[in-house]
């Protein structure tokens, strides 16, 4: 379903996400009032720039601004791209930071191509979330995430899990810790902690161990460097 060179996406005027039933085989693209006033009124689009269109899910095509007096339209101008999933997707689960650092590492690691990042209530975790707090938090890190799609022009959206004990997920996951391996190719999993360390217990359940370094890491950096690392040596 369409054969076209992906570096295109570089070069459009903004990348949009809309839902996969709004993304058809051809004409219209449906948008939102939403994202129409964003593109009109924020990004200032013009009649005859050319965007790109994800659904998220790996299906994207070129589409063409149209301003028909105070609407703004998109009218698809090639067939749509269908992009398969990764063989092996990468997940990094991480003790989630105090204050806008987790927005930030949310950011960072989506730029960066992780598939899923999965957030940890880890022994020596500061932050918490409340139970009730819990969806509200996920659906702003989520807008936070798409964004960030937005602005790489990725077409494979990051999800972003709800928090859980740290000793309940590590045994899926190679651990971010001194004194471990070198991280290699086939590393997909992995896990960073808390500024304050794993604990015996969490480290008693992990699969492995790999060492980022001689100096210590903010738990965002640490994401942002395994990330990097893992993407580098699958993609």
Known sequence: MGNVDRSVLRSTRAHVLVDTDRLGT?????????TEHHLRRVLRLRDGDVVSVTDGEGRWCLAVVIVDGNALRLEATAPVVVEPAPIRTITIAAAMPKGDRL???VQKVTELGVDRLVLLHAEHSVVRWKPDRVEHQLARLQRIA??????????????????????????????????????????????????????????AVCRDRIDLGPTILRTETAAVAVSALCVASER
Do not use: K, N
């Not at 051809?26 to 939403?34: A, K, L, P, Q, T």
């Not at 859980?164 to 190719?185: Q, S, W, Y």
């Open 26 to 34: 051809g004409g219209e693209v449906m948008i939102d009032g939403d």
């Open 103 to 105: 927005d930030w590492m």
């Open 146 to 203: 798409d964004e960030a799609l937005r602005q790489s022009r990725r077409v494979l959206r990051m999800t972003v899990d709800a928090p859980v004990p740290a000793t309940d997920a590590l045994g899926r996951f190679v651990v971010a810790e001194p004194g471990g391996r070198t991280i290699r190719g086939g590393d997909t999993a992995v896990a960073v902690g808390p500024e304050g360390g794993w604990s015996a217990s969490e480290l």
